[in-house]
């Protein structure tokens, strides 16, 4: 009784129940499709937030960020400074494991406007040019600040192209480029000038979209125009990224901060300062090069920590790891169920077939040639509702897709097919069990017997 | 040495605390070429006889050598093996498997021992011609006549040449004419020397057997040899005195 021989006789007898055998085949085609492509999404969505990660500022970019004082020090809260330019100036002086120090002077609730339209941005900071790097910014047309802007806090701005999309209009819609180096608008009331714009951030399928539109040429609108949210298209952070406004931090300081206080008292704090480091591989000696520093600004006091990507890479792949949890349980779920449904099959497949299995027996089957028979049986089915599974899980991919349209394009990976494979073959070896004990121990005579 | 040796056999069934002896204390020899059947009623006992004979069961009490084996303790498995190389089965409903064609059906026997697939196309070959079978091929089991039915069956047990060939009511789902025709075939697969048993309820057909063996309530009632009684044309044994 070899093993071939074994194969041909349980796919003749699939074969001869096609409908039955495609209905039990069902349940695991759509475990394996929903194993396949719950694995593809998870892939999809942890490509989406590295790439996002990268466009924040990448993995070296180190967060100064502010955190309560630690309780041993409460009697000296109100004392505790916050991030100042003092702290920015002796990073750069005394930090030499730190490369690049940028200090953010954000500016709250900021309306921009030009001729009657207005918008509130992301992001309108007072920066200096060490931004470009630290942001990973690229500068499409005009130029960034220069000394002489800082110096003089000059109302000149560089914006990102969501601004422009908003006061000048889309290039999509105009079918050219719209570049507003020179022009002039308001925020919070008062002029500044562009004097340069960055390129369009965006992810990689966005951009491969974007190609593909500017392929077909402009399209006819119809309808209503329809504003799309950032949750639509393009992930957050390359919205943001791109709806962001830059001025000189010093005329940040002079136009919003040193004017807007109530009391008087202008607030020297600043809402960011980002720190990038010489090489990781020295991160953990940079920061503590970096805490020594900032304890002697802060005078001892300790509030501020650090917060670098590999923490948010950390964060991205614990997400990942919840997701191909859940998605694994309730693919294996489903697969179970489709191997419940093979066993059901099977056990009514052998009573139907007693007398056959009697027949086999009285000529000479011994218990184990049966026993292999209805285990190979139902291994086939379950191989064959692997195999459909798979090619499956590429239409479930698409549709999905359909239905659900993200930044973050599945990506169905070999690792995944196999394991689906792998998981109903065990399926099916274990759901043909009980059936294939139960017609192995069949007594001959009573087989015969049966009607 | 006789081939099937049968001493003390007994099958006790218990049903509900009560204990049935289906066979009680059946000695009995089978020497090889013998043509004999098994004859009596219905629950007499003459198929559990035959199933242990067949090695299908395994006896209660008592000892079974076939071919100067032992077998009462053999596992289900060996039982298996020993079905398929030195027992061949003709059923009375002929017991084809009606999804393989008559080729498939005769090879079927040879699969579970192992033959290779060109040889067991030549012996399956063989075996048809020998039962005039050898056109039907390809036909399903349900294309074909009862009788032609039963003789792939009879194919079937001859392919793997075995040492003995049971026969349960092999025309008890046959028209006369037919059913002669299907003893006919035995008749001569025993004058080519094999050992035939025939089980049949119908005194008239055990009557074209030498040897007879009736089985009442378990028990071996009355044996009818013709040979002993120098009737049998052909191995007559005359007594010593």
Same mark, same amino acid.
């Given at each position: 009784?070899?093993?071939?021989?074994t194969?041909?006789?349980?796919?003749?007898?699939?074969?001869?129940?096609?409908?039955?055998?495609? &209905?039990?085949?069902?349940?695991?085609?759509?475990g394996?499709?929903?194993?396949?492509?719950?694995?593809?999404?998870?892939?999809?969505?942890?490509?989406? $937030?590295?790439?996002?990660?990268?466009?924040m500022?990448?993995?070296?970019?180190?967060?100064?960020?502010?955190?309560?004082? #630690?309780a041993?020090?409460?009697?000296?809260?109100?004392?505790? #400074?916050?991030?100042? $330019?003092?702290?920015?100036?002796?990073?750069?002086?005394?930090? #030499?494991l730190?490369?690049?120090?940028?200090?953010?002077?954000?500016?709250?609730?900021v309306?921009?406007?030009?001729?009657?339209?207005?918008? %509130?941005?992301?992001?309108?900071?007072?920066?200096?040019?060490e931004?470009?790097?630290?942001?990973?910014?690229? &500068?499409?047309?005009?130029?960034?600040?220069?000394?002489?802007?800082?110096?003089?806090?000059?109302?000149?701005?560089?914006?990102?192209?969501?601004?422009?999309?908003?006061?000048f209009?889309?290039?999509?819609?105009?079918?050219?480029?719209?570049?507003?180096?020179?022009?002039?608008?308001?925020?919070?009331?008062? #002029?500044?000038?562009?004097?340069?714009?960055?390129?369009?951030?965006m992810?990689?399928?966005?951009?491969?979209?974007?190609?593909?539109?500017? %392929?077909?040429?402009?399209?006819?609108?119809?309808?209503?125009?329809?504003?799309?949210?950032?949750?639509?298209?393009?992930?957050?952070?390359?919205w943001?990224?791109?709806?962001?406004?830059?001025?000189?931090?010093y005329?940040?300081?002079?136009?919003?901060?040193?004017?807007?206080?109530?009391?008087?008292?202008?607030?020297?704090?600043?809402?960011?300062?980002?720190?990038?480091?010489?090489?990781?591989?020295?991160?953990?000696?940079?920061?503590?090069?970096?805490?020594?520093?900032?304890?002697?600004?802060?005078?001892?006091?300790?509030?501020?920590?650090?917060?670098?990507?590999?923490?948010?890479?950390?964060?991205?792949?614990?997400?990942?790891?919840?997701?191909?949890?859940?998605?694994?349980?309730?693919?294996?779920?489903?697969?179970?169920?489709?191997?419940?449904?093979?066993?059901?099959?099977?056990l009514?497949?052998?009573?139907?077939?007693?007398r056959?299995?009697?027949?086999?027996?009285?000529?000479?089957?011994?218990?184990?040639?049966?026993?292999?028979?209805?285990?190979?049986?139902?291994?086939?089915?379950?191989?064959?509702?692997?195999? &459909?599974?798979?090619?499956?899980?590429?239409?479930?991919?698409?549709?999905l897709?359909?239905?659900?349209?993200?930044?973050?394009?599945?990506i169905?990976?070999?690792?995944?097919m196999?394991?689906?494979?792998?998981?109903?073959?065990?399926?099916?070896?274990?759901?043909?069990?009980i059936?294939?004990?139960?017609?192995?121990?069949?007594?001959?005579?009573?087989?015969?017997?049966?009607? | 040495?006789?081939?099937?040796?049968?001493?003390?056999v007994s099958?006790?069934?218990?049903?509900?605390?009560?204990?049935?002896?289906?066979?009680?204390?059946?000695?009995?020899?089978?020497?090889?070429?013998?043509?004999?059947?098994?004859?009596?009623?219905?629950?007499?006992?003459?198929?559990?006889?035959?199933?242990?004979?067949g090695?299908?069961d395994?006896?209660?009490?008592?000892?079974?050598?076939?071919?100067?084996?032992?077998?009462?303790?053999?596992?289900?498995?060996?039982?298996?093996?020993?079905?398929?190389?030195?027992?061949?089965?003709?059923?009375?409903?002929?017991?084809?498997?009606?999804?393989?064609?008559?080729?498939?059906?005769v090879?079927?026997?040879?699969?579970?021992?192992?033959?290779?697939?060109?040889?067991?196309?030549?012996?399956?070959?063989?075996?048809?011609?020998?039962?005039?079978?050898?056109?039907?091929l390809?036909?399903?089991p349900?294309?074909?006549?009862?009788?032609?039915?039963? !003789?792939?069956?009879?194919?079937?047990?001859?392919?793997?040449?075995?040492?003995?060939?049971?026969?349960?009511?092999?025309?008890?789902?046959?028209?006369?004419?037919?059913?002669?025709?299907?003893?006919?075939?035995?008749?001569?697969?025993?004058?080519?020397? !094999?050992?035939?048993?025939?089980?049949?309820h119908?005194?008239?057909?055990?009557?074209?057997?030498p040897?007879?063996?009736?089985?009442?309530n378990?028990?071996?009632?009355?044996?009818?040899?013709?040979?002993?009684a120098?009737?049998d044309?052909?191995?007559?044994?005359?007594?010593?005195?």
């Open positions: 009784m070899n093993l071939f021989n194969i041909v006789i349980g796919l003749k007898e699939i074969w001869s129940h096609k409908f039955r055998s495609v &209905l039990t085949m069902l349940g695991i085609i759509l394996v499709a929903s194993l396949v492509g719950m694995a593809a999404i998870v892939k999809g969505m942890e490509n989406g $937030m590295k790439e996002a990660m990268v466009a500022g990448g993995v070296d970019k180190v967060l100064l960020r502010v955190q309560p004082v #630690p041993w020090q409460d009697h000296l809260a109100d004392q505790a #400074p916050g991030r100042t $330019m003092d702290d920015v100036q002796a990073l750069r002086k005394s930090a #030499p730190i490369r690049l120090v940028s200090p953010e002077m954000g500016i709250e609730d309306t921009v406007s030009r001729a009657g339209k207005s918008f %509130r941005p992301e992001y309108c900071s007072g920066v200096w040019k931004i470009l790097d630290m942001n990973l910014h690229t &500068l499409a047309h005009g130029r960034f600040f220069n000394e002489i802007d800082e110096e003089e806090a000059r109302s000149v701005c560089v914006i990102g192209t969501g601004i422009r999309d908003e006061l209009g889309k290039p999509e819609d105009v079918g050219h480029e719209i570049i507003p180096i020179g022009e002039e608008i308001q925020i919070n009331g008062q #002029p500044f000038t562009i004097i340069g714009m960055f390129t369009k951030y992810s990689e399928q966005d951009a491969k979209e974007a190609a593909l539109k500017a %392929r077909e040429g402009p399209q006819k609108q119809v309808g209503p125009k329809r504003q799309k949210g950032w949750g639509r298209k393009g992930g957050w952070a390359f943001s990224k791109n709806n962001t406004i830059y001025i000189p931090l005329t940040a300081w002079v136009k919003f901060r040193a004017v807007g206080d109530l009391n008087g008292v202008p607030d020297p704090r600043l809402t960011d300062i980002n720190l990038k480091v010489a090489s990781l591989d020295q991160l953990e000696p940079a920061l503590q090069q970096a805490r020594n520093v900032l304890l002697v600004t802060h005078h001892g006091i300790e509030d501020f920590t650090f917060q670098t990507q590999e923490n948010q890479l950390e964060n991205i792949n614990k997400q990942i790891q919840n997701a191909r949890l859940s998605g694994g349980i309730i693919a294996a779920i489903s697969l179970l169920v489709g191997g419940i449904g093979i066993m059901n099959i099977m009514a497949s052998i009573n139907e077939r007693i056959a299995i009697g027949i086999c027996k009285a000529i000479g089957a011994t218990p184990a040639a049966i026993f292999i028979q209805i285990l190979v049986e139902s291994l086939v089915v379950s191989l064959i509702g692997a195999l &459909l599974g798979v090619f499956a899980s590429y239409g479930f991919v698409e549709g897709q359909l239905v659900t349209p993200s930044a973050n394009t599945p169905i990976t070999p690792m995944a196999i394991i689906g494979v792998a998981f109903s073959a065990a399926v099916g070896v274990i759901a043909g069990l059936p294939a004990l139960k017609a192995a121990r069949l007594d001959p005579i009573q087989a015969l017997r049966y009607e | 040495m006789a081939l099937l040796e049968l001493r003390n099958k006790i069934y218990h049903l509900g605390g009560e204990e049935i002896r289906a066979l009680d204390d059946v000695t009995l020899d089978i020497d090889a070429g013998e043509f004999c059947s098994i004859i009596g009623p219905s629950g007499s006992g003459k198929s559990t006889l035959m199933h242990i004979l090695c299908l395994s006896p209660s009490l008592g000892t079974i050598k076939l071919d100067g084996v032992e077998i009462q303790k053999a596992s289900t498995g060996e039982l298996a093996h020993i079905r398929n190389r030195k027992i061949g089965f003709v059923f009375q409903f002929f017991n084809l498997l009606p999804k393989l064609n008559v080729v498939q059906n090879e079927l026997p040879m699969i579970y021992s192992g033959v290779s697939g060109k040889e067991r196309r030549e012996r399956a070959l063989r075996a048809l011609e020998m039962v005039e079978l050898g056109n039907r390809k036909n399903r349900s294309q074909l006549s009862g009788g032609q039915q039963q !003789r792939v069956a009879i194919a079937r047990a001859l392919v793997n040449d075995p040492k003995i060939i049971f026969a349960d009511e092999p025309t008890g789902n046959l028209d006369t004419h037919t059913g002669e025709i299907i003893l006919e075939l035995f008749r001569n697969l025993s004058r080519e020397g !094999r050992t035939v048993m025939l089980v049949t119908n005194p008239e057909i055990a009557a074209v057997t040897r007879r063996i009736e089985i009442r378990g028990k071996i009632a009355d044996k009818v040899d013709t040979r002993l120098g009737l044309r052909k191995s007559a044994v005359v007594p010593a005195h």
